[in-house]
């Protein structure tokens, strides 16, 4: 059963940075990763994605120019540097799991993680 564990979330000034991890473990790495956010009272939303080499990425129009996602699959590790953050950006971060080689919007996500809390305060 594979396992996901985010960290580092916490509390920052809007136009600081942050950058999220997700460690994955309990099989191969060989998945397409994602990042998506829920905040409060809101559903859960596609933040950005990588396929499984890396060389190709997507995000949301909102964190454009803001957040970049990699891997680093001799560590089972993907990353979201957020930058220039935002009040807006304040939610719960999950990293996400497909069983592809390539991200797949509206195919099922495989695995969850548990949350990380990112807030930004103004």
């Known amino acids: 059963q594979v396992q996901l564990v985010e960290s580092g979330g916490g509390l920052v000034q809007a136009g600081g940075s942050l950058r999220l991890s997700c460690a994955a473990s309990?099989?191969?790495?060989?998945?397409?990763m994602g990042w998506f956010r829920q905040a409060p009272g809101k559903e859960r939303d596609f933040v950005a994605a990588i396929n499984w080499s890396g060389g190709d990425t997507a995000y949301v129009d909102s964190v454009k120019g803001r957040f970049t996602i990699s891997r680093d699959n001799a560590k089972n590790a993907v990353y979201l540097q957020m930058n220039s953050l935002k009040p807006e950006d304040t939610a719960i971060y999950y990293c996400?799991?497909?069983?592809?080689?390539?991200?797949?919007?509206?195919?099922?996500?495989?695995?969850w993680g548990q949350g990380t809390q990112v807030t930004v305060s103004s």
């Open positions: 309990g099989g191969s790495f060989s998945f397409a």
């Open positions: 996400a799991a497909q069983y592809s080689s390539r991200w797949r919007h509206g195919t099922k996500v495989d695995y």
